[in-house]
């Protein structure tokens, strides 16, 4: 599709408006204005504009000033300016102040006109990509500051206590404080090195693309769940799996382990004490060249107020103070990248269902 390029002459002799649209009219989308304040209205009504023409030779203003007042409010497009009667202290200021992109003598050429409208549609170009990319790195630096920032604070907090109970351990002889002290020891490390682990994979589902092959479900929950084990036994979980998927499939298998890992540690994590019968039910189903996921708990459940926040970066409920922030939004991003989605399908006090839907490469 060829790109649009959208001119506004201001120029106060009809004329010459009518001139520069018959001229131009087939090449670009001209728009005229026949004062400063006619410049200011179809601004306002056509954010498409990329460049404006202004003779220097107006009533009401001169075009440099006319310019220089625009580029405040309209700061993204090329400005050029119609001259008959160049000045060059006028020229040398103007370029200084950055206003004008080119100085057009009057009466000007077709060739030459088209061409300099050319430059400076080149030059908006230019300057759009110039800005979005500084966008996208100010945004990158203000990411990059919070995850810094964060990070810090959710490693140097277990830390010092770590280091307060192994003092503290030191100077203790009673063993039945020792045990203690040494369980609270292990859950902390335990916590530390679960979230260094979901560290590990946010990068790898940041940075990483896909890299599919035959995958064996059954192997890839089983996986999810040795690693669980011990988790599991020691909260007397019921931990049930129904898979129908008895051939491998082609898919992304490291991507849909972090997302099964993320899912069953936080079923695991956020179990109702009170419960006497502690439950985690895995799915695995082919629908439709996908691959359909379920995990379910019947656990504390996710307040309604936050259910929308639950992907995002760093977000911790206030039922989760132990969570790392990190394991659903590594979770979702896994599931985009298998090109699928992974949505909370219910959440209430009686637990948390979690669908993944992945479509299958061929």
């Not at 064996?216 to 089983?222: L, Q, T």
């Not at 019947?298 to 760093?314: A, T």
């Amino acid at each position: 599709m060829k790109d649009i390029i959208e001119i506004l002459l201001v120029d106060d002799e009809p004329y010459n408006l009518l001139s520069f649209k018959a001229t131009f009219r087939k090449e670009f989308k001209v728009h005229t204005a026949s004062s400063g304040k006619e410049a200011y209205q179809q601004l306002a009504e056509h954010s498409g504009i990329q460049i404006i023409v202004v003779d220097q030779r107006m009533p009401d203003m001169l075009g440099t000033s006319l310019l220089e007042d625009l580029k405040v409010i309209y700061p993204s497009p090329i400005r050029i300016l119609l001259t008959g009667f160049p000045d060059l202290k006028v020229v040398l200021e103007s370029i200084n102040k950055g206003n004008i992109f080119k100085f057009i003598s009057k009466p000007w050429e077709e060739e030459d006109m088209r061409k300099i409208l050319l430059e400076a549609y080149y030059e908006y170009k230019r300057n759009s990509t110039i800005l979005v990319k500084y966008q996208h790195l100010q945004k990158a630096y203000t990411d990059l500051d919070r995850f810094a920032s964060t990070i810090s604070h959710d490693i140097k907090s277990p830390l010092s206590g770590i280091y307060s109970m192994v003092s503290l351990y030191e100077k203790i002889t009673d063993k039945d404080e020792q045990v203690v002290i040494h369980n609270i020891l292990k859950e902390a490390t335990q916590t530390l090195n679960s979230y260094i682990s979901h560290l590990k994979d946010y990068y790898e589902t940041k940075n990483a693309g896909t890299s599919v092959d035959k995958v064996d479900i059954a192997a890839i929950i089983h996986q999810v769940y040795s690693i669980h084990l011990a988790e599991i036994h020691l909260a007397n979980i019921q931990f049930t799996i129904d898979n129908t998927i008895n051939t491998p499939i082609i898919t992304d298998g490291h991507l849909l382990f972090i997302i099964l890992n993320n899912l069953i540690s936080n079923a695991i994590r956020f179990q109702n004490p009170e419960n006497t019968e502690k439950k985690i039910n895995i799915s695995a189903v082919l629908r439709n060249n996908s691959l359909i996921i379920c995990v379910k708990d019947n656990g504390i459940g996710i307040p309604i107020d936050q259910q929308s926040k639950i992907f995002d970066l760093f977000f911790r409920s206030s039922e989760s103070k132990n969570g790392s922030g990190f394991g659903l939004y590594n979770a979702k991003q896994a599931a985009d990248q298998l090109g699928g989605t992974l949505k909370l399908h219910q959440s209430s006090i009686n637990g948390t269902i979690f669908i993944l839907s992945a479509p299958l490469s061929t």
